[in-house]
């Protein structure tokens, strides 16, 4: 059982570039987030999407867009990377008393 | 306004002695739950324990307990007979709007734990 898959898991980019981080869940869940983790500054919440259909803001929307392509999947994307999103960017998803977190993917923005 | 507090940035604690972490939560939403996360330094995020507002009872998951305070609205962890293994980050995190189909999961700052031979 495969859970929660996000791709790429190690990424640079030039600022000014694009990329879009891929998230997959096989768990059948309504909900999905994405995260950014800086040191001192805990898990931030980029986007959130409630059910196939929607989206929403959290915490830190400024600079991605994201798109809930369907039940399973639900990507972030960086339109023109800049150095200040240079995180770690984690996918989650959650049914009920779980949240279930990918693997993580560390960008790089120069 | 911050939502999820943990006041602890960083603590120390001896082996076997029992640890206390901090988290207070606001929210007006009637319906929310709370969470512990570890991080161990190979970052994956490990669940640890789940407590809903309308639960009459105090979580426990082995060594974890939630001592859940709801009008003081904090849901401190304690770990039990801390180990060697224990030393990581914790981050407490709340879920509020899933009644209104919202589900908002925002997490707080995290607490680093060392403990000590």
């Known amino acids: 059982n495969a859970g929660v898959t996000q791709t790429p898991k190690f990424q640079v980019l030039k600022t000014g570039q694009s990329m879009t981080l891929q998230c997959a869940q096989d768990m059948n869940h309504n909900s999905m987030y994405w995260y950014r983790q800086d040191p001192g500054m805990g898990l931030r919440l980029i986007y959130y999407?409630?059910?196939?259909?929607?989206?929403d803001k959290g915490e830190v929307p400024n600079g991605y867009n994201v798109s809930r392509l369907n039940k399973r999947e639900f990507s972030l994307r960086l339109e023109s990377a800049a150095p200040s999103q240079t995180s770690v960017y984690f996918c989650?998803?959650?049914?009920?008393?779980?949240?279930?977190f990918g693997s993580g993917t560390q960008l790089s923005v120069l | 306004a911050q939502k999820i507090t943990q006041t602890q940035p960083g603590m120390f604690v001896q082996e076997k002695e029992a640890v206390t972490l901090d988290c207070t939560y606001d929210?007006?939403?009637?319906?929310?739950?709370l969470f512990w996360y570890k991080q161990p330094s190979s970052g994956e995020m490990i669940f640890l324990i789940y407590q809903g507002s309308y639960d009459q009872q105090n979580a426990t998951e082995g060594r974890y307990s939630l001592n859940f305070q709801k009008a003081r609205k904090s849901a401190n962890l304690v770990i039990s007979a801390s180990q060697l293994g224990d030393s990581a980050m914790y981050f407490c995190a709340m879920r509020e709007g899933w009644m209104n189909r919202d589900d908002k999961i925002i997490f707080g700052k995290g607490t680093r734990l060392h403990i000590l031979p």
């Open positions: 999407s409630a059910s196939e259909g929607t989206t």
């Open positions: 929210t007006s939403d009637p319906s929310y739950g």
């Open positions: 989650a998803s959650s049914e009920g008393e779980k949240l279930f």
